[in-house]
């Protein structure tokens, strides 16, 4: 499988590309995670990941979409988010993940890109904006990979997200970023509408037959607005989820990424760890894109390691969510997150002004900590890079309490917790 998988890599893609990637991705992205763990034992702090939504507009209307995509447009100008990047760079760090909105609706994105040749983006985006030319220019930076989203087929797709003629749409831009050589991955965010069928190998093997390099499953949050739970998956839905991506791992030749578990199979959340936070499209600084709350920003009069460091609020988020559990605090304890919001006056970051109310009205459910189901890497070579470079950094260790934990899925039958139209997961 590997052998075939180096194949894939040495004769489907540009080799500058190629090359560039196992450079600032690979080579550069372990040296900022060692950086990291020597921080920490320091007592010092600083995200060797950074994610940024650089707009807040789109062209789609999702389901459970959390982002204000039909407010005002408001973006992270170059200049703001070149010094961003720069702060980070004195950091160590070489990887950003570039969300929105639909980020290629920022006029600036791919001058931000050539800037920044040093560094390696990834771009999570719906693929509508990636035509031939783009494609051309993104070939030419060489540092950029788009993850383009495909949920579901064709009916399914439009019905998530929230047109017709979104797939076909959608698929075009995978193929013009292909047809170009470009590292291209293929995103999803599994529900109950398309478990069935993109989490199959019949869906992995079109993808590397028609050339896609890696996957990545993410699991439906039901956050937002309209958080939709109705297509909120079961935790035996979640597991079905994991067995897979730790299958494919060890069976395809394609990358597959998770966000969720250590080597062992051992639940956690990025952002608890302090792998990863994350820059709202206004500049606020958050502890991931699906937890709008904030207390700092990147317009701040101070460098951003100090306010990294310095932040009460993100490193209270850190250790008291730790505490709880193992798994995703807004989906299983949403009111961990009203509580850090009133002891730290956390600002409201979306444009809607509602999030402590959606917080107070999610109806807590498991998410990837399944204590006693855990679906340890079969692949070796996962394994090793996990160990190293995707675990708790020690967090679980100090903090975590499993006597504190509380279930979710011990009370989902309590009717204040199901919401009308929701099935019950037993």
Partial sequence: MYLRMARRFALETDKRLLAKAVWMLGVKGLRSVHRHKRRLKKGEFFPPFLYMSVINSCN?????????????QHKIELDAATRTIEQAKEMGNSFFGILGGEPFMHKDLLTLFERHRDVYFQVFTNGHFITDDVAKRLRDCGNVTPLISVEGSEIISDTRRGRDGVYNQTMAGIEAALRNKLLVGVCTSVCKSNIDDLVTDKWVDRLIEMGVMYCWFHIYRPVGPEPNPQLALSSEEQRRVR????????TKPIVVIDAYHDDAGNALCPAVTGFTHHVGPWGDIEPCPVIQLATES???????????????????????????????VIMERPDLLVELAEKHGARDTTARGGVIEELKNVSPRRSQYQPGDEIPERSLVYRWAKKYAFNDFGTYARHFDAQRYQDPDDKVDAPELVQIGEPSRR
Avoid at 61 to 67: K, L, S
Avoid at 301 to 328: H, I, Q, V, Y
């Fill in 298 to 328: 990147i317009h701040d009069d101070r460098p951003l390691k100090d306010t990294f460091n310095e932040s009460t609020f993100l490193k209270d988020f850190r250790e008291l969510t730790a505490g709880e559990t193992r798994g995703c």
């Fill in 243 to 250: 067995q897979f991506v730790v299958d494919t791992r060890a």
């Fill in 60 to 72: 789609l209307r999702c389901q459970g979409c959390w982002v204000d995509v039909a407010a005002k």
